[in-house]
C-alpha cells in the first residue's frame, strides 16, 4: 500500500507521482507471484526449472542425402537414400529405442580384393553405428549393376567389414576388420541383401565365387 502522509503535500493535494509508483510496485508483484511457467520449462523435484524434453518422433524417418543421411530412428523404423542410389530400410519394430543413424557414401576399401575370383559391383556405402534387429531383418540396396563375364546372378555377394576375432580378444590399439560375405539378390532392378543387423562399418555389392 502506498503511505497516505506521503501522498500529500503541505496542502492537502494528492502529489501522483508517489501514487504511480506504488501501482507499479504493486503491479511488479503480483507478475512475480502469479505469473505461469512457458511451456518449455518444467519444474524440478527440488524447486528449480529445466528445459522439457523435445518431444520423440513418432513416424517413421525418411532421410535423403547427397553423400550421407542421418536421423533418429526409432520403434517405427525408417529409411535412408543416397544420390548414388544406395538405400537402407530399417523395418518397424528393429531398433528398440531411439537411435542416431549415419548411411553414406564409404571411403574406398578392398572388400572384393581377389581379383580372380571376386569383383565389386557399385559403390562403396558405410552404415553407423552397430545395429542388431530385434524385429525383421535390415534391407540395403543400390541398382543394379552389369554383372562381369564368367559371373552370374548366383555369385552376387554382399560384404560387411566386421571388426575381427583377435581385435576383440586382444584390444589393440586401432581397429583390425575383416570382410564377410552375404548372400544378395536381384529384384525390381536392384541388388538387395537382407540381414539381422549391420556391424557399423562399411558394406558393398560385389561378384565372388
Known amino acids: 500500500m502506498v503511505d497516505a502522509a506521503r501522498s500529500r503535500d503541505a496542502e ?24 505461469s511457467q ?8 527440488g524447486g528449480g526449472l529445466e528445459e522439457a524434453p523435445p518431444p520423440a518422433a513418432t513416424g517413421p ?3 535423403r ?62 552404415v553407423e553405428p552397430a545395429i542388431r534387429s530385434e524385429g525383421g531383418d535390415l534391407r540395403v540396396s543400390i541398382p ?28 589393440v590399439l586401432g581397429t583390425v576388420t575383416r570382410w564377410q560375405f552375404y548372400r544378395a539378390r536381384v529384384e525390381n532392378g536392384r541388388f538387395v541383401a537382407e540381414v539381422p543387423g549391420v556391424p557399423g562399418h562399411r558394406v558393398q555389392f560385389g561378384v565372388a565365387r
Not at 38 to 45: I, L, N
Open 61 to 63: 524417418v525418411n532421410a
Open 38 to 45: 512457458s511451456s518449455d520449462v518444467a519444474s524440478t523435484s
Open 144 to 171: 543394379q549393376q552389369p554383372i562381369p563375364n564368367g559371373w552370374s546372378e548366383d555369385d552376387l555377394a554382399f560384404a560387411m567389414e566386421e571388426v575381427a576375432d583377435q581385435q576383440r580378444a586382444m584390444d
Open 65 to 126: 542425402g547427397s553423400t550421407e543421411a542421418t536421423g533418429t530412428v526409432g520403434r517405427a523404423g525408417g529409411t535412408f537414400a543416397l544420390a548414388n542410389g544406395g538405400r537402407l530400410e530399417i523395418p518397424s519394430g528393429a531398433i528398440a529405442s531411439a537411435t542416431d543413424v549415419r548411411f553414406a557414401n564409404g571411403a574406398d576399401g578392398q572388400a572384393f580384393g581377389d581379383r580372380e575370383n571376386q569383383r565389386p559391383l557399385g559403390p562403396m556405402l558405410n
Open 12 to 35: 492537502g493535494n494528492v502529489d501522483m507521482r508517489w501514487v504511480l509508483s506504488g501501482m507499479l510496485v504493486t503491479s511488479l508483484a503480483a507478475l512475480g507471484c502469479g505469473g
